[in-house]
Nanobody, 114 residues
Framework: VQLQASGGGLVQAGGSLRLSCAAS????????MGWYRQAPGKQRELVAH???????NYVDSVKGRFTISRDNAKNTVYLQMNSLKPEDTAVYSC?????????WGQGTLVTVSS
């Protein structure tokens, strides 16, 4: 499984961004896809995930602001981020879980200015 993330950038507090993660390869084996982030000096945390049947889960700090979704026809998972805060600044990366293991894409930097 190969994952390609895109959509990061610089945005002012209160603004929005949409991240995309395109999957290729053995995508039929993917059970869960998720967005993770790692801020400077902090551990990586799971932001949101979506299962193969559409179930979603979010870390408390983004509930009500972020929405994870998937377009199966495009093999792409999105993370719509609204009402961004400076503390959302981090490198965001996508991951996929399959019965054979976990896969990661490269990160995309999101910077939220105050």
């Amino acid at each position: 499984v190969q994952l390609q993330a895109s959509g990061g950038g610089l945005v002012q507090a209160g603004g929005s961004l949409r991240l995309s993660c395109a999957a290729s390869g053995s995508i039929f084996s993917i059970k869960v896809m998720g967005w993770y982030r790692q801020a400077p000096g902090k551990q990586r945390e799971l932001v949101a995930h979506i299962t193969s049947i559409g179930g979603t889960n979010y870390v408390d700090s983004v509930k009500g602001r972020f929405t994870i979704s998937r377009d199966n026809a495009k093999n792409t998972v999105y993370l719509q981020m609204n009402s961004l805060k400076p503390e959302d600044t981090a490198v965001y990366s996508c991951g996929a879980i399959t019965p054979g293991g976990s896969y990661w894409g490269q990160g995309t930097l999101v910077t939220v200015s105050s």
